[in-house]
């Protein structure tokens, strides 16, 4: 066997138990220097707890893993990166309040003084493009930026095998191009890339391998520059996955359903975004899709369509139907027909430790006032008409539970997000609101959803569909809009669109460059 | 050797009605060592704690009205507590309820009817009332934190009581000891029977309990209070207010702490003192606990307390042990009650560490 | 001139036990947890420290036992609240009424006694010279400890790794996690750092300030140690700004009373606990200040998944 053929890590039979549920189950996978390898797979599959043993973070049940050819037990991160494991995190684990330096610090060896790092880190950050302030405080950077922080923090080991998880989710396609050119460099370095994403075309463009793991198991190993993007989504699944279609709307007959004028709501906290001067209509049948990075705005213009604020926006005019809502909560907004489904399901969507009926109760206790409760002002609850409810939605969207009425919390995410989805879709709305609609959610349950909401639409109602997730914008949406520090952009029919247009937008770009762009 | 907790996905209902008696059973056996290293016996220990009381009618009708503040202080904690709101302040919610409804008979002297008593009540409910709102405000305003401010209040409260018992409202006629005169009987809580200790207030506390009980698991009202407190952000999606939640909850406790702090004047001393702060506002926060912020449970758990109250009593008199044991059991159940709530989200496994690396 | 001087120094004595209890509370709240039985076991420190003085006839030896009995009261806490995952408020409520009792307890036939006061420090010549002389060399040695404790604290939290990875443990405690560092043995340690505070804070009353062993010494000083913490905005610099502040009310108070004024003392002794209340609403206010520097884990618990 030659040196290039050399394995630089491999794993045999490794198993990972949670309880009763098989995280990982019998992982046979190897990795080689100078290779960038996709680890593909639905959320759910086992991806995360893999790496995360490779990493030292999970210590496995059972199986060995191998690095350079000799058995080894990973104890804790730093172990791994003193052996030469590099690892990008999706969810960053990194600290606002503290500075890029020290947060860059903080996986280095106690010894080396925080000054030398941000010398290092400035270094690093010239060799591969990638501007970076030491000193800047991490809560005031961008998500593109934190990404940096996380690449300049795992080269700063010299790592031999760098692991990437998700890393161009919170991307704009711009910022995904430059991410590449980086990975390309570092693979012509000799360094080994683990590269984890449920983007087919990315993996096509740039891997040459990919393990596909399905329900804890490693399902097929492929090279992805020779499959189809469908063939491997189907791997992936296990299925083949429906195409999902807007039917086409005329905008000129459809009535407008909301219209929004001159939208702009102050930042209630340190860290909120200014909404400003927001222009928009939404017709009868359509599906507006709101595309923009983490942290541009979406929480805050959710809030102040759903009158969540607790101070009202500073001006302009919300109108479903010809009502004002400017002025109603979110009960109120409610009952006039408006419905809305936020980004966070736990404690924002549905409350984790409450039943299923309560969560049924927790958004239409208002507009279902009638029939939910009863004893005048008491408010005493009627159990049995919000039982039949959620029974209904349980039964509508196919949320698949342990339990009659389990608790929200322990359903997954996909279920959860079905319900609540199904809860505000058993109302018939005029308008839904929803942002983030697919986040973590399994293919399955993916599909879904969008079907739903594009079969809301095509009942005449109008659905605002805020994303920071392209692919599902470009496949659903009829109009696109992008949010970008708090402004939002003309909607424009979204078969005029190109991803590039929308990516320049999402930077902040105006959109007359975006259509010289396009 | 290490404990492990696993998430249970729902939570156990074995443990969240064993739990209590499993921190019963704990506070037992570390009062098994406590009397040991006092060097007495502990099964006459336990005996005069937590049997003997329960045995001749003077003392349970001391339990009784011991329970009494207990429970209206309890229920009022627990619908805060489970609003999410820390009112830790209880005890001089408590006071300046007691003060409030003293005021009326301190400032009408001769005045004797029947309407004099509700007027007291209401005025001690709305005394406590008042001065539980002052932290939610502080909070809701300016973002204080309520733990704080609620316990600060305190100490000014303890000090108010007592220039008011010692400066303005002095008895005259009292020989120079701190003190209202006493209340005329239209200003007494009536006696449950002749002769008795006991008063109304007890079935106030029953009477309230049960409405306490009912609003929390029937209505809107309840449900509102047990979504805010698990989740403001769901809270706000479901249109309820939290700022409105917590002068609501603080509003309540006090409510019902200044009722204690009324019925305790009114039907146990007669008058208003310097001995009113008796620290039932701190033990209150057990009785919350350990009735599982439910208002039947609180019921049952003031008589427990009570009950460490009277016991520990009786063994200063048959044992010679100091009554600041009685303390000692309190904090200890609340520490055990803690330990053992945590049995009802969470699987406990102890593992040991040699059996881990394998 | 004089009067001056030894007023000042009364402020100091005041001022080190809030001092020294809010340090240790601080590092616990930066690591993310919320401990407030800052009263217990500063009343645990008290009592053990007269007794451990009274048995030794040694006021070191008895510092000695408040800061141990601190210590070992906190790691009550530190098992509830971190290997249970208790609710963090209410077991430091259990914490200070168990502490309460318990020291009650323990004093019961200390109660009355003489207390062994630990002296202040004499250096022949420095402590003589005029004004500063008793001001800067003549004070007592827990006053040196709690100034050196909160600059000592200033270079761990923000001039060693220990302190970073402890202020990333309060910041994030899953992406501390994620990097390896030990979310539960740093906050252990802190926890027991701020139990060791709080003992020798109560060492302070009962062997310096007072020096006696009254039932309920500390009269809320654990809660004003608290509440300075957040006056401090989580900022070592400014806890001595802020306990000195507190200092300063609470002699003010007393020669207010002594001299009468014709204001009740009732009002005079809530003055403290008035201030407090104030100087919350007006911290509070800022909100920017204290949404930017408040611990993002604060009262957090932690379960690592295994």
Redesign the interface.
């Known amino acids: 066997m030659s040196a290039d053929d050399a394995k630089l890590l491999e794993t045999k039979g490794l198993t990972k138990v949670?309880?009763t549920l098989r995280a990982n189950d019998q992982v046979d996978f190897d990795i080689r220097p100078g290779e960038i390898h996709a680890l593909l797979g639905e959320n759910g599959a086992g991806k995360s707890t893999l790496v995360k043993m490779l990493f030292?973070?999970?210590?496995p049940t059972g199986g060995i893993i191998e690095w350079r050819g000799e058995p080894v037990t990973v104890p804790?991160?730093?172990?791994a990166?003193s052996m030469g494991i590099g690892m990008v995190?999706q969810h960053?684990?990194?600290?606002?309040?503290?500075t890029v330096a020290?947060n860059i610090?903080?996986?280095m060896e106690?010894d080396v003084k925080?000054s030398q790092v941000a010398e290092r880190a400035r270094e690093l950050s010239k060799q591969y493009g990638l501007p970076l302030d030491p000193d800047a405080l991490v809560?005031d950077l961008s998500v593109g930026e934190r990404q940096r922080i996380e690449i300049i923090r795992c080269l700063m080991q010299d790592p031999s095998l760098v692991i990437l998880d998700e890393p161009t989710s919170v991307l704009t396609p711009q910022e995904a191009d430059t991410l590449f050119e980086t990975l390309f460099r570092l693979r012509d370095e000799g360094r080994a890339i683990l590269y984890i994403s449920h983007r087919l075309e990315e993996v096509q463009r740039l891997c040459s391998r990919a393990t596909i793991m399905r329900h804890g198991k490693v399902v097929d190993i492929c090279d992805p520059r020779e499959e189809t993007a469908a063939t491997l989504a189907a791997r992936m699944v296990g299925a083949e996955l429906q195409d999902i279609r807007p039917a086409p709307v005329s905008l000129e007959a459809a009535p407008v359903i909301l219209s929004v004028r001159g939208l702009s709501l102050a930042p209630d906290?340190?860290?909120a975004v200014a909404l400003k001067n927001i222009n928009f209509d939404v017709h009868s049948g359509e599906v507006l899709g709101i595309a923009g990075i983490a942290g541009e705005g979406q929480g805050e213009f959710f809030s102040a369509l759903?009158g969540?604020v607790?101070q009202l926006p500073t001006g302009g005019t919300i109108e479903l139907r010809g009502n004002d809502l400017s002025a109603l909560?979110?009960?109120e907004r409610?009952k006039k027909g408006a419905a809305?489904v936020?980004e966070?399901r736990h404690?924002?969507?549905?409350?984790?430790?409450?039943r299923l009926t309560?969560n049924m109760?927790?958004?239409r206790?208002?507009s279902d006032q009638d029939s939910f409760?009863s004893?005048g002002g008491?408010?005493?609850?009627v159990r049995s008409a919000i039982r039949s409810a959620t029974d209904r939605v349980n039964a509508a969207m196919d949320v698949r539970k342990?339990?009659p009425d389990?608790?929200a919390?322990?359903l997954s995410g996909g279920n959860l997000q079905k319900f609540i989805m199904g809860r505000e879709l058993d109302r018939q709305p005029a308008l839904l609101v929803v942002n983030q609609p697919t986040w973590g959610v399994d293919a399955g349950a993916a599909g879904h959803i969008r079907q739903s909401l594009v079969d809301l639409a095509a009942s005449g109602s109008a659905v605002i569909m805020i994303s920071q997730d392209l692919d599902e914008i470009f496949s659903i949406a009829t109009r696109i809009a992008v949010i970008a520090k708090g402004t939002l952009s003309e909607p424009t029919d979204a078969a005029k669109m190109s991803r590039e247009a929308v990516g320049l937008l999402m930077t902040g770009q105006t959109s007359d460059r975006a259509e010289v762009a396009a | 050797m290490r404990i492990e907790l696993i998430k249970r996905a729902d939570a156990s209902p074995l443990f969240s009605i064993a739990s209590p008696f499993i921190a019963l059973l704990l506070t037992m056996i570390a009062g098994v060592i406590m009397f040991l290293l006092l060097g007495k016996d502990p099964a006459t220990g336990l005996y005069t704690y937590f049997v003997q009381p329960l045995l001749d009618t003077w003392s349970l009708e001391q339990i009784l009205v011991k329970a009494t503040p207990l429970a209206l202080i309890g229920i009022g904690l627990a619908v805060c507590f489970r609003s999410g709101n820390w009112n830790i302040g209880a005890e001089g919610q408590y006071l300046i309820g007691g003060a409030f409804g003293a005021a009326l008979p301190v400032f009408l002297p001769g005045v004797d009817t029947w309407v004099l008593l509700p007027a007291m009540v209401l005025m001690g409910m709305l005394g406590g009332a008042l001065y539980g709102a002052i932290p939610a405000l502080l909070k809701t305003r300016f973002g204080a934190n309520e733990i704080l401010t609620s316990l600060m209040l305190v100490y000014v409260a303890q000090q108010l009581v007592d220039w008011l018992v010692r400066v303005p409202w002095r008895d005259p006629k009292g020989m120079g000891f701190p003190g209202t005169p006493s209340f005329p009987s239209g200003a007494q809580m009536p006696k449950l029977w002749q002769y008795a200790d006991a008063h109304y207030g007890l079935v106030l506390a029953v009477v309230l309990a049960i409405i306490v009980w009912f609003v929390l698991s029937r209505t809107m009202k309840g449900f509102e209070i047990a979504v805010l407190g698990s989740s403001a952000r769901a809270g706000r999606f479901a249109g309820f207010s939290a700022r409105r939640m917590t002068i609501f909850a603080f509003c309540v406790s006090g409510a019902l702490a200044g009722l204690a702090g009324i019925a305790e004047v009114s039907g146990t001393v007669g008058k208003l003192d310097d001995k009113l702060s008796l620290g039932y506002g701190f033990s209150a926060i057990i009785v919350a606990f350990l009735g599982r912020l439910n208002p039947l449970g609180c019921l049952a758990a003031a008589f427990v307390l009570a009950l460490t109250y009277i016991g520990g009593e009786n063994a200063q008199i048959a044992m010679g042990i100091s009554d600041r044991a009685t303390r000692v059991f309190q904090g200890l159940l609340l520490f055990f009650v803690l330990a053992s709530d945590t049995l009802i989200q969470y699987q406990v496994r102890i593992v040991s560490t040699a059996a881990r690396s394998a | 001139m004089d009067v001056w001087v030894s007023i000042i120094l009364s402020v100091c004595a005041a001022s080190t036990p809030l001092l020294l209890a809010a340090t240790g509370e601080l590092v616990v709240e930066r690591s993310g947890v919320l401990n407030l039985g800052v009263e217990g076991m500063m009343i645990m420190g008290a009592v053990c420290a007269f007794a451990g003085a009274q048995l030794t006839g040694d006021p070191f030896v008895g510092a000695l036992f408040g800061i141990v009995a601190g210590a070992a009261f906190s790691l009550l806490f530190a098992f509830l609240t971190l290997i249970l995952v208790a609710n963090q408020v209410a077991t430091g409520l259990a914490l200070t009424i168990l502490g309460l009792g318990l020291s009650g307890m323990i004093g019961e036939g200390f109660v009355g006694q003489p207390g062994i006061k630990m002296e202040r420090i004499d250096i022949p010549f420095l402590s003589d010279l005029p004004i500063i002389g008793q001001l800067v060399f003549g004070q007592d040695p827990i006053f040196y400890a709690s100034i050196a404790l909160v600059i000592a604290v200033w270079f761990f939290l923000f001039r060693s790794r220990k302190g970073l990875q402890l202020r990333a443990v309060g910041d994030s405690h899953s992406s501390a996690h994620a990097l390896g560092i030990g979310v539960l043995k740093t906050r252990a340690l802190a926890i027991v750092f701020g139990g060791a505070c709080a003992g020798l804070a109560g060492a302070h009353l009962s062997l310096v300030y007072v020096p006696q062993w009254v039932e309920g010494m500390t009269a809320g000083r654990g809660w004003i140690a608290l509440a300075l913490v957040v006056f401090a905005s989580w900022r070592p610099g400014r806890l001595i700004i802020g306990a000195y502040l507190f200092g300063a009310v609470n002699i003010a108070q007393f020669h207010m009373q002594a001299q009468g004024f014709g204001i009740p003392a009732q009002f005079l002794t809530s003055l403290p606990y008035i201030t407090t209340i104030v100087v919350l609403v007006l911290i509070a206010r800022n909100r920017r200040l204290t949404m930017i520097n408040t611990p993002a884990a604060l009262g957090q618990p932690f379960v690592p998944d295994r």
């Open positions: 949670f309880g030292g973070s999970l210590q804790s991160p730093s172990v990166r995190f960053f684990s990194l600290f606002e309040a503290l020290e610090a903080l996986s106690p925080t809560g906290n340190p860290f759903s969540e607790e909560n979110i009960s409610r809305f936020p966070e404690g924002h969507g549905a409350v984790t430790g409450m309560d109760l927790l958004a206790h208002k409760q004893g008491l408010g005493v609850i342990g339990a389990p608790n919390g322990s």
